[in-house]
């Protein structure tokens, strides 16, 4: 149970394209999803926490109109890299947590955006 | 800031052997604790938990042991396999889940 499901694995395209990625949990319900991003060898980083049927939280430094969060059901959240430029390139990773609070978050298997 | 972090970035270890990955944090509000194994190109598969009212909790071949005195977490992996082989994140969670520098554990045949 509490499979995460994320789409597309890979995305490759050029300077100044928007990108969608979908993050759907296929077996439960998600009131609250997770988006980070984890740079080639360092640990991940919340980049916001998405609220279904409300404005996502940012942490600092992250710019919301850069990426766009959108959690339009219980199952399903998408993050869109607009304009997205080389330094946006990374490995992006959603998850979704069964509850509230202390509870285990899963994982999806991430993006790999590369823009040239 | 108060963070989460690994004493050693990687670890080596012969196959059937004992590992033993460990964790510092310095939040002391923190009171929910997970393991996490991510493998190359894959998001963070979840191992095991362990809440601050608990010191040690077992599951299938690993153990978690927490130490709030000293703010330490460990991970024991036993009888290490080669799909053991993979990076390893401590992480804690206050309002939310913050992730450690993580440890990269090789298993050797």
């Known amino acids: 149970g509490a499979v995460v499901s994320q789409h597309p694995s890979r995305v490759i395209c050029k300077s100044g394209t928007s990108v969608k990625i979908e993050c759907r949990s296929l077996?439960?319900?998600?009131?609250?999803m997770f988006w980070y991003r984890q740079f080639p060898k360092q640990s991940l980083m919340l980049m916001a926490t998405s609220n279904e049927g409300s404005k996502a939280t940012y942490e600092q430094g992250v710019e919301k109109d850069k990426f766009l969060i959108n959690h339009a059901s219980l199952t399903l959240s998408t993050l869109t890299v607009t304009s997205a430029h080389p330094e946006d390139s990374s490995f992006y990773i959603c998850?979704?947590?069964?509850?509230?609070?202390?509870?285990?978050?899963?994982f999806g298997d991430g993006t790999r955006l590369s823009i040239l | 800031g108060e963070s989460v972090g690994l004493h050693l970035p990687t670890l080596s270890v012969q196959e059937g052997d004992n590992s033993i990955i460990n964790c510092a944090y310095s939040n002391s509000a923190s009171d929910y604790f997970i393991w996490y194994k991510q493998e190359s190109g894959k998001g963070p598969q979840f191992i095991i938990d362990i809440r601050s009212n608990m010191d040690k909790r077992q599951g299938q071949r690993v153990t978690v042991l927490l130490n709030k005195t000293v703010k330490h977490l460990s991970l024991q992996i036993a009888a290490t396999q080669p799909g053991d082989s993979a990076v390893y994140f401590c992480a804690e969670y206050d309002y939310k889940l913050s992730f450690g520098a993580g440890t990269t554990v090789t298993v050797r045949a």
């Open positions: 077996d439960f319900q998600a009131t609250t």
């Open positions: 998850s979704a947590r069964v509850g509230q609070g202390n509870q285990p978050q899963h």
